[in-house]
């Protein structure tokens, strides 16, 4: 399935081609592209460099950790993510090495995300970001040390047959993609 972005101005082929499905293909992802997405992710910029983002990766063919972490996933989204080889929980470190509150943090750990996105296109990945999941249970079934909070889940994987996928989820896998206009998202300064 393409849906690419119906943009009033171009932009780079890599951007209008991500989107955010729920069929994934049983495929496993190789090593190689699992440290791909990661070294993408490695190199977003951070406020003072400080790098917040941590990533925990649980892949198919490790089935008792990716089924722990698709335990993670709330009802709805795990009728659809459990079946994506590469689950991640995307986590922040909430303070800076100096002790003093990162209020960047999960802004930063979003940057990487995008990095991650764009790499998974260009390898022919497909990406889907959740908030749909256990935050209280992740940091104990991942052993999160305190000043560290888990952001998202990600399930990561080749593109799959909407075909397989409920009746539901199949309508809304071939909905068009939307985005409101420009006009209400550029703001004006004030005028003096
Ligand atoms: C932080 C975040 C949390 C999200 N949570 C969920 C979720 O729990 N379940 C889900 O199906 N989609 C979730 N999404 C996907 C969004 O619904 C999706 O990105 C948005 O509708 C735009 O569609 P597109 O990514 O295909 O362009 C989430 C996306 C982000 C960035």
């Not at 198919?60 to 459990?82: Q, T, Y």
């Not at 908030?131 to 998202?152: N, S």
Request: proline share 9%.
């Amino acid at each position: 399935v393409e849906k690419l972005a119906r943009t009033k101005v171009a932009i780079d082929p890599l951007l209008a081609r991500r989107w955010s499905p729920r069929a994934f293909s049983s495929r496993q992802p190789g090593a190689d592209h699992v440290d791909s997405l990661l070294e993408a992710a490695r190199w977003a910029p951070s406020c003072f460099n400080a790098q917040p983002w941590r990533f925990v990766v649980a892949r198919a063919d490790e089935p008792e950790r990716h089924a722990r972490v698709a335990s993670l996933l709330s009802d709805k989204n795990r009728r659809w993510a459990a079946a994506a080889p590469v689950l991640m929980v995307t986590i922040a470190r909430r303070d800076f090495d100096n002790g003093k509150p990162n209020a960047y943090a999960w802004h930063d750990v979003g940057l990487a995300m995008g990095n991650l996105l764009t790499q998974a296109t260009s390898l022919g990945l497909v990406v889907h970001q959740m908030a749909g999941f256990d935050k209280d249970r992740a940091r104990v079934e991942l052993a999160l040390p305190d000043g560290y909070d888990p952001v998202a889940m990600v399930a990561i994987g080749f593109p799959g047959d909407p075909a397989e996928l409920p009746d539901d989820l199949r309508e809304r896998e071939a909905a068009p993609r939307v985005r409101k206009p420009l006009d209400e998202l550029v703001l004006r300064v004030p005028s003096p």
